[in-house]
């Protein structure tokens, strides 16, 4: 009988295994795809017919290309830089005014809460260039701090934090405040980290956004020491007839920030209330 | 600890990342480009051998900068300009056709016009006057041609001559290839749009709009309607479809370079990068864009882009004449040429012998040249002012006769329709 | 418009008896001061730039951004007068209709399925969400060279005849493909975390009660995700709305029309074509589009709620 149970059990475990596989595998293919296709060289990629595998996997021209074309570890320090202050500055921007939309009635609560959303609503295009006027203005061309500024409202960050607050337990805002808490601390000590798997997961979509950003980077920087890896990566490639190989490991290599910084905070992503609550 | 070791390494990180900066020239100026791949690495080589040999000379440092392709860098120079910053603006920028009018109305401007003005002894003969021209809006000559290119017929040599089939000519040629290799391959893809289909009239004798395809003013409504111009060569167009030859889709680089493609019309500067797609598969062959008709004239137009250049006082203004003199001279054409298979801009860049050298053992680079010698010098450019609109609306209308199996004459009435009304608008903005 | 929202306030409106009126107004104030940071940057960088766009629809704007006249609504009639107008219209529509309910049904069901922590769960987890990292620009080029229907190795292996981004009955479908793809790694791992906080002791008596597995999901889970899920529906939505980077790589718009979606047109009829106040039309018109859109589905949810 249990003997049956145990098989049973491994059963399904297997099955699952077979249905997660089928559904992870189409949906990771194309980055592996870009991966394999980095290590091609020009003349492969119009062979017939299609092979998946490159001739060999230690052609690393393209990562050379990528790394000696252009000062692309420079490119990797202002990407990171800019890309930790837009993440800094605007995941604690938007915990504030969740905050505020979780949990307090006012006036014009609908109202600012729609207006926020809306900066969403607007193609970033149409307002480059009365942006690089007032960024010229204040004097921040060429500078990290010019880069990130426009991106420090965060309408999705906030709309996100305002339903994971609303969801926290009722009960723990009311014994915090007994326990003679005021709103910030009870903010930053206890809803914080009891929400901590979603402002990890925004936090991580805020860095991928800024890190993946090209034309704002490009417009209000003049000089190579200031450019970003994005704009690094156009310069290696034509815009029709790109050169794949070289965008596919420019690509690949961008990804590894965000991937390890993934990796890293995957654990974190998963506590559970109770012990983010407990921690504290 | 850990703090310790990240601060570390940040520390060595920046220290490895500064870019070194230069000092102890005499004038510094800036030079922005939107050339990458194997463009940008030729033209940042040229700006070194600059910096090397005339600067080092006259005292004059460049700087190239990549501002990202030609309409990124346009609305750039658009911020600057009307956040009232000329001050940031370069010595020297590259332009392409997107970006004259904004030049051409920006008061920090230092046209070739302005330099005559100061310097009357300057000689521009021996630029090539439809390279020159291209560059020329309203009588003022904005700048001189640096990377110059004419659309060319590129062919599948090999198995054109497998099938004992020669080079095509005109566009009933391509219509017989199908006859000739079979159901095997696709002959030809394309679907026209301003340029391409600037070219086909231009071979019939007419521009694509008034005022002399826009050079003179701007367009307000179409030049090939009343003349037949468009509706024969609409009419053209439908029988290559017919014949089973014509792919109405772009033409894929890649179906190309893969063989599965014979024939494709694209820019002259795809010489080198196709080389090394083909990776020596088969044989490429590159001869004259294809004409509408046996009756019809050779030739395609110029296009591509020109260095420009902004006043920055006195000596600035000098040392950019000088960087465009040299990036715009012999030398440096040929060896961007031969990078590219952008077209050496100037007489003596294509008489020299090093070109000479260079074509007799890539013949695929010449096409390109001949063509711009064969094509008429009234064959102009088309300039209209709302480009992207009128691109793809001559794409799609033309695309839709072949797909809906529209009339040439509803087809060009269409197009009179949806082009004009572009046009018109425009001029009313702009008035 | 948020529903269960009016019980948290409970604690706030605790009884205040002997406080100052100072307090009192520094109680009125304070939802304001947490709302200001984000405000000003907003109104600075979002805002302002927006209000000067959206007067060029009310003029005749010249090709260097220089307003020169004002003209009223001939714009927007010039605009809605266009063909491709309502074309793009149609087909963002359309994508929009198809993207939201695909990702979402595909997020929701990953997310599920990994919610437990098992043997290569890790593993199955870092594969979906790695696809995030991936910047718009790679992505499209991933999928031209993928997708090509000559060179490429999926219509080759799968025997596909699809000529994919060439041909005007599948092009939009090839783009849709590619946005659903760019979505699922960020909704996936919001998903994950949502159903990882759902108790454990509700799904389990739900279980003893006799409820099966898809009962379960539908009528205890979902319901306790629907925050995350209404936060999913209306950003993806959005999102989904103003697509054009990748058209504006693998398309153009085209072949006849068949992908301009509105910011498309937007950069082809306005910023490509020399005319501001064309593009300034087509992003009011978007954006008044995208914020109907929201509030109904605020307001449906605000429904639901005071239903409950």
Redesign the interface.
Known sequence: MKAQHGIRKKAR?AL??A???C???P??F??M??FL?SFR????????????FPDSFLNFDSYVQVFT?V?M??Y??NSLGTTALVCAVKIC??I??A????????R???L????????????A??????????V??MGL?NTWLGVA??S?????Q???LR??F??AP?AL??AA?MDGCG?MRFLWRILVPVCR??VI?LL??AF?AQ??A??WP??VT????MRTV??G???????E????Q???A??CA??VP??VL??TV?NR??A??TRGAVSD | MLKKIMSLALAA??A????PAYAGAEVEI?FWHSM??M???SLEGLVDEFNRTVGAEKGIHV?A?????YT?AV??M???L??G?PD?LPDVMQLDATGKVVYSGAEAAYTVDDLLGERPETDLSDYLPSALKNWNLNGVQLGIPFATSTTVTYYNKSVLDSFGVPAPVTLQDIGGIRAAVGDGYTVYAAVPNTPTLNNWLGQLGSDLVNCRNGSEGTADSLACIENGALETFLTVWKDLYATGALDNADAS??AF????LLVMTSSSS?VA?LL??????FELGVCAYPRVNAEAANGATVSGSCLVMFDHGDERRQAAWELVSFLCGAESQVSFARATGYIPSCFSALESGAWQDFIAEYPQYEAAALQLRDTPENMLSATVGPSADFYYAIMNDVSDMLLDDLTPEETADMMAEDLGGMLEIYVKNNR | ??A??A???T???KKDNGKTSMARAGR?I???L??L???V??A???????F??FLYSFSTVNVM?EITSFTGLDNYRYLFSRREFGTAVSNTLRLTAMNVPLTMF?TL??GR??KE??????L????????????????A???R??LNP????IN??LGLGVRWYEDRNTALYGILLLTV?MG?G?NF??F??AF??VDRDVTDQARLDGAGPVRVFLSVELPLVS??L??AV??NT?LA??T?GPIMILTRGGPSWSTTTL?YL??TTG?GSGNYAM??CV?AV??LL??AF??AG?WADGKRGDAR
């Open positions: 475990l699952w295994c249905v997660c596989f559904l992870a595998v949906v990771v194309p980055v795809y870009a296709g060289t020009a003349g492969e990629f119009s062979r017939l017919p299609p092979a998946l074309r000062p570890a420079r990797f320090l921007l938007s504030l005014a905050y505020a939309f979780a949990f307090f009635e006012f014009l609560k609908d600012l809460f729609v207006v926020i959303l809306g900066t969403m609503m607007l193609p295009d149409t307002l480059i260039i009365t942006n690089y006027r007032t010229s203005r061309t500024i426009v420090f409202a965060g309408a999705s906030m709309f996100m339903q994971a609303v969801q009722r805002r009311d405040f709103d798997p979603v997961t991580m979509q991928v890190w993946n090209y034309l490009l417009m003049d000089s190579d020491a994005q704009v990566i156009t310069m290696l490639t034509g815009a007839d790109a050169n794949y070289v965008v596919l420019g690509a961008a990804m965000p991937v993934f990796i995957r992503l998963t559970s209330m | 990180f920046i490895l990342t500064q870019l800036v990458t791949e463009a940008g690495e700087t900068v990549y501002q990202g392709a990124e609305t750039k658009n911020g600057m009307s956040s910053r940031s680089t890649d370079a893969a063989g599965q795809k990068g090394g797609r083909i990776d020596g598969r | 418009m948020f269960g929202d019980g948290m306030q604690v706030t409106a009125l304070k939802p304001y947490f709302i940071p984000i405000l940057f907003a600075g960088f979002v805002y302002y730039p927006f000067k766009t951004g595909f069901l990953l399925l990994l922590k098992r043997f290569l769960g890790g199955f987890e870092t594969m979906i969400a790695a696809t995030m990292a991936v910047s718009m620009g790679s992505a080029l991933t999928f060279v993928m000559t060179v490429g190795w080759s292996a793809w699922i960020f791992l919001l994950l975390a990882r906080n925050p995350t209404l936060y209306c950003t959005i709305l103003m054009s910011i937007m950069y910023y593009a300034a992003a978007t954006f995208t914020l929201t509030l605020l």
